[in-house]
């Protein structure tokens, strides 16, 4: 009998953490999937402990003689599990299981293929300009690959937001790059540790990168270094490296898609950050300097995640991209429970990053900080 379940990295996650960042998706997702399929078809909206009452991450790193794993995140090599470890799993997962994961590690997804499973893993699209979040979505299945494809975003609507949003910004002010100089290069920072930025158990930074930093100056007029808002604790040390250096200038408190639209940058650089994937439709040369996090709209063969918009709110999507391994109805209703709804994704965890500062509604509450603080400083102490 055929079983879907649904699950973040449940290696890298302990259930705890993974519902809390997760469990929201699979819910929207299960009772439009179970509309696709027949009824034997059992369909499971929770990581894997929920069907597998037995599974326990704990007792999967003990059988490798691990002891003290973490609430999140678990950083794992699957090339050094033990005999143990790989029958272990064999018991939860094998040809007859579907998993439709979020964001999981290839190396997971390479040994759950060779069980025989069938893996269809959802993450996060690094093109944030839509009118909600969309995805990317990988398969190991090359038949449900194929009819990913049919879904695929074309790349002109990539182009076309880009360049509604730079009109936008452009009518409304928002591309304040009067101080900037023409011909510039900008080189978009990340957050210190990110499994994006790891290298050879090295989690890179801009001080990483000072030959090429060297190198882009003699082409271009300056190079902005934009920090990550989220540095923490070692924002003072990327601060005072790059303050120092003759390379490149600091740009604080600017918004990111403002200077994307800006004619004076030439160029965007970055270790791993999505923002290159965005920039790339601004018509800017990007270049990155470790490895993008996925691969977008490729081939079967290099593991690529397809973009898809809005479709997977439609039984319709979810009978077509399922067919190859499972029975589905034949009267399966097509409807788009989403379609043309705006931020249903982006408002369940207040996940809008940089798109924040384009989206009205986000706006006001900062332009209304921003005209209070004014008050305060100027206005208020004459009375």
């Known amino acids: 009998m055929k079983k879907i379940i649904f699950t973040a990295d449940f290696l890298a996650h302990t259930k705890k953490h993974s519902n809390k960042f997760t469990l929201w998706v699979f819910k929207l997702f299960k009772p439009i999937i179970e509309s696709a399929l027949n009824s034997e078809v059992d369909v499971y909206a929770d990581i894997i402990n929920e069907q597998n009452k037995n599974f326990s991450i704990k007792n999967f790193y003990e059988l490798g003689g691990i002891t003290n794993i973490k609430e ?11 005999q143990e470890q790989i029958d272990y799993l064999k018991q939860f997962f094998d040809e007859n299981t579907i998993v439709v994961g979020i964001e999981l590690y290839k190396p997971l997804t390479d040994l759950l293929t060779s069980f025989g499973t069938t893996v269809i893993d959802f993450a996060f699209h690094s093109y944030k300009l839509f009118d909600d979040l969309a995805f990317g979505i990988s398969t190991n299945n090359k038949d449900i690959y194929n009819q990913l494809l049919k879904y695929q975003i074309p790349q002109e ?15 409304n002010g928002m591309i304040q790059d009067s101080d900037l100089e023409d011909n510039s290069a900008l080189f978009i920072g990340q957050t210190l540790v990110d499994k994006s930025v790891e290298k050879d158990g090295v989690y890179l930074n801009v001080t990483h990168f000072e030959d090429k930093l060297k190198e882009l100056k003699e082409k271009y007029s300056k190079i902005y270094y934009l920090p990550h808002p989220y540095l923490g604790t070692k924002r003072k040390m990327i601060y005072d490296w790059v303050n120092k250096s003759p390379y490149i200038e600091l740009l604080a408190n600017r918004s ?23 920039a790339q439709y601004f018509n800017k040369e990007i270049e990155y300097l470790y490895k993008p996090l996925f691969n977008i709209d490729a081939s079967f063969e290099e593991h690529s995640y397809i973009s898809i918009f809005e ?35 982006r408002d369940i965890t207040n996940s809008y990053w940089g798109y924040a500062q384009l989206d009205p509604i986000k706006r006001i509450p900062n332009a209304y900080e921003a005209i209070k603080n004014l008050y305060k400083k100027y206005i208020a102490p004459h009375f």
């Open 72 to 82: 999140n995140y678990n950083t794992y090599n699957t090339k050094e599990f033990n």
């Open 157 to 171: 609507k990539f182009y076309y937001y880009a360049n509604y949003w730079k009109t936008y910004m452009e009518y």
């Open 256 to 278: 990111t898609y403002g200077l994307l639209a800006s004619d004076k940058i030439k160029k965007v650089v970055g270790i791993s950050t999505s923002v290159l994937y965005e």
């Open 311 to 345: 479709d997977y709110w439609n039984p319709k999507f979810w009978a077509d991209i399922l067919s190859p391994v499972c029975e589905v109805k034949s009267d399966v209703k097509d409807i788009n429970h989403f379609k043309y709804s705006c931020n249903k994704l």
